[in-house]
Structure formats: C-alpha cells, structure tokens
C-alpha cells in the first residue's frame, strides 16, 4: 500500500510539532530546576548570615551590661557604636556581596565597640591593597574571624593583644588573612578536631555556598605567635553602571 506524500508531510509536521514541544517544555523544567536551586542556595546564605548576626549582638549586649555599673560613659559609646555598626549592616542586609571598602567600614564599627572594651589591650594593624579596595567580597566575612581571634585569643590573656588584617591580591584572587598572637590552646582545637565556632564554621559554609571550588579556608601558624585564618576567594569587581544619555 502506498501513503500519499501529503499524508508523509503531515506525520513528519506533527513529529517534528511534538519534539519541540517536549524539548520546550524539558527546558522549562530545566530553567524552573535552576531558578529553585538559586533560591535555596539564597536561603541558605541569609540564614547563614542571621546566625552571625544575634551571636555577635549577644556578645556585645553582654560587655554593655557589665559596663553600665563600671563605666557608665564608655557603655554609653559602645551602645552608640553599636546602633552604627547595625544601620550600616543594615544597608547591605539584601547582598551576599559587597565591596572591600564597605566591609571594612563594617569591620571599622565592629573594631570600636571592641576598642572601648579592651582599649590599650588592643592593638590591630590592617594592611589592605588599595587596587582592590573596590573588588567584592562576602557581607560581613571579616567581622566574625577577628571576633573569634579577639574572644578566644585575645581576651584570656592579660598581656597586649595583637591583631593584623591583611587584604591582598594573589593572581586572579583575594587573600584575606586575619592573624592573632593569642593563646594557641583553642587554635590547636580547632585545627585537630576541626569543630570551629559558629562564625568560622558560617564562614567556611558561606563560602562554600558563594564560591564552590574556586575558594579556600585555612587555619595555620600566625606570624604575630598565635594562628593565622586565611581565605582565598575569585577577585571579581562589580559591573559599572553605564550613565544614562
């Protein structure tokens, strides 16, 4: 029996009319996948975040409310500090990524309020490349490792506590180090059973999350005697806004 050439056209355009069908709708699928695993993958940066956040202001509320009793004024500064430490956390709460130079205004805030607690006890050094002061780097990524050197390094001991941020270019990626010359007890804990604190162990999780395979954490020796936390993450500058003619 022979089919018709009008018949064969008709079953080849309607092959041809299902095949792109299906392809279109398996894209679909496909950009829908997509869409959700970045949503969850934003999820789990913010709530990352918001756990950084209550753990640092407890800490904070806690040095305030011994400091009340004792010393009035400098509770006073630090109450101060804190509101402007948190309106400047504020204005980034929405970024996963902001410049080096904003971070380190969030980190100067932080500083404050610890500089009035500890005041000559505390010595920090920062030494930043000012070619990269506008490159991009994880929200909030230097406050918790210098909390963790200040908390557990820094303020067990009664001698003078030293602390050095260090922000560099290595190739094509930013190292950012922070280095303590505390006690090594607790660094040496952390390295051997490898169980950070909640910033350290957000830190790293951020990271993962942001970056994937292309960044690194690491938790040596310390040039200032105590232990060095480093990090290497894709230097990456944000796109500039064209003007508008």
């Known amino acids: 029996m022979r089919v018709a050439p009008d018949i064969l ?3 080849l355009t309607m092959s041809v009319s299902v095949a792109f069908a299906h392809s279109r ?3 679909e699928r496909e950009r829908r996948a997509i869409e959700l695993e970045a949503r969850l993958a934003q999820a789990k940066l913010q709530a990352l ?3 950084i956040n209550p753990h640092f202001l407890f800490n904070t509320l806690n040095a305030i409310s011994t400091l009340v009793h004792t010393s009035p004024h400098t509770a006073d500064e630090m109450i101060t500090d804190l509101s402007e430490l948190f309106r400047a956390s504020l204005e980034s709460s929405d970024d996963q990524e902001i ?6 205004v969030l980190l100067q805030r932080y500083l404050a309020i610890e500089q009035l607690r500890f005041g000559q006890r505390l010595q920090v050094e920062q030494n930043i490349d000012p070619e990269i002061i506008e490159a991009l780097v994880p929200t909030l990524i230097l406050q918790p490792i210098v909390e963790n050197a200040i908390r557990h390094g820094i303020e067990p001991q009664a001698s003078v506590g030293r602390i050095a ?3 560099g270019r290595d190739g094509n990626q930013i190292k950012l180090s922070v280095s303590d010359n505390g006690k090594k007890p607790f660094d040496l804990a952390i390295v ?3 169980q950070p604190g909640i910033g350290l162990a957000n830190t790293q999780a951020r990271l993962q999350q942001l970056y994937g395979e292309e960044q690194s954490f690491s938790i040596g020796d310390g040039k200032l005697g105590g232990w060095t936390v480093e990090i290497n993450i894709p230097l990456r500058f944000a796109p500039v806004a064209k003007p508008v003619a």
């Open 49 to 51: 975040r918001m756990q």
């Open 99 to 104: 410049t080096l130079s904003r971070e380190l």
């Open 192 to 194: 051997a059973n490898k």
């Open 25 to 27: 709708k398996s894209q």
């Open 9 to 11: 056209i008709y079953l």
């Open 165 to 167: 941020v260090n922000v």
